[in-house]
């Protein structure tokens, strides 16, 4: 099962550009890797997946380097609302179908 | 389109009882996810239903059960509550498949006291 490392939490300031990055050493050939943000007392909202190289949506971007046993997940200017905690999670399904927990995510917190 | 709901939003129960939470997933979505989560921690995976068949079980005691309806809406029954089971409990629906994006409802908080 793939594991991922997160750090605990995060600061940032509003307008800047935050890189959360997500260890995944024993990433599968099949794996994907999503990302979700939740905010207290909801339910995770999908951000962004994506396999490798670069992916960029409306909201954020994901860099996945050739080997794969990192992500990078960035959002540029944050603001207030973007305070939440951050998910990596690696599988061959977006829920990775319990293969493998959330684990204990990102805290970002945005100041103004 | 209507999202994934989840019924009641808020549940107090005493220790020992049995308590039943509902899910209706998105129209077209036939695999339904329930997770735990306890205040402050990450998510835990309970049960994976799909076409009202359990495909996957987390590592959870036998007490905590459920079950898929025809309409591909679900149940989690948790029986002889204990007081750690105290969690928000989210349920989550999508296609069948790898890579299909899966949606999460609000989640019911579930208090035992």
């Known amino acids: 099962l793939a594991k991922t490392t997160q750090p605990i939490s995060m600061d940032s300031y509003e307008g800047q550009e935050v890189n959360i990055t997500c260890s995944h050493n024993?990433?599968?050939?099949?794996?994907?890797i999503t990302w979700y943000q939740q905010f207290p007392s909801q339910g995770p909202r999908f951000i962004i997946q994506?396999?490798?190289t670069k992916v960029t949506n409306e909201v954020a971007s994901l860099f996945i380097p050739a080997d794969r046993k990192s992500s990078t997940l960035s959002l540029p200017r944050v603001s207030l609302s973007d305070t939440a905690v951050y998910y990596c999670?690696?599988?061959?399904?977006?829920?990775?179908?319990?293969?493998?927990?959330f684990g204990d995510g990102t805290t970002l917190t945005v100041k103004p | 389109e209507a999202g994934v709901t989840q019924s009641p939003t808020h549940l107090i129960k005493t220790r020992g009882q049995q308590a039943t939470l509902r899910c209706s997933p998105i129209?077209?979505?036939?695999?339904v996810y329930w997770y735990q989560q306890a205040l402050g921690l990450g998510l835990q995976f309970l049960l994976w239903?799909?076409?009202?068949?359990?495909?996957n079980r987390g590592n959870f005691p036998p007490r905590f059960s459920g079950r898929q309806f025809p309409n591909y809406s679900s149940e989690l029954n948790v029986n002889a509550l204990e007081l750690e089971d105290s969690a928000l409990y989210l349920c989550?629906?999508?296609?069948?498949?790898?890579?299909?994006?899966?949606?999460f409802g609000q989640g019911t908080r579930l208090t035992v006291v």
């Open positions: 989550a629906s999508s296609f069948l498949g790898k890579n299909t994006e899966a949606f």
């Open positions: 024993n990433i599968a050939t099949n794996d994907y």
């Open positions: 994506g396999y490798k």
């Open positions: 999670l690696v599988g061959d399904y977006y829920t990775n179908a319990g293969k493998s927990t």
């Open positions: 129209s077209g979505h036939t695999s």
């Open positions: 239903y799909d076409e009202g068949e359990e495909r």
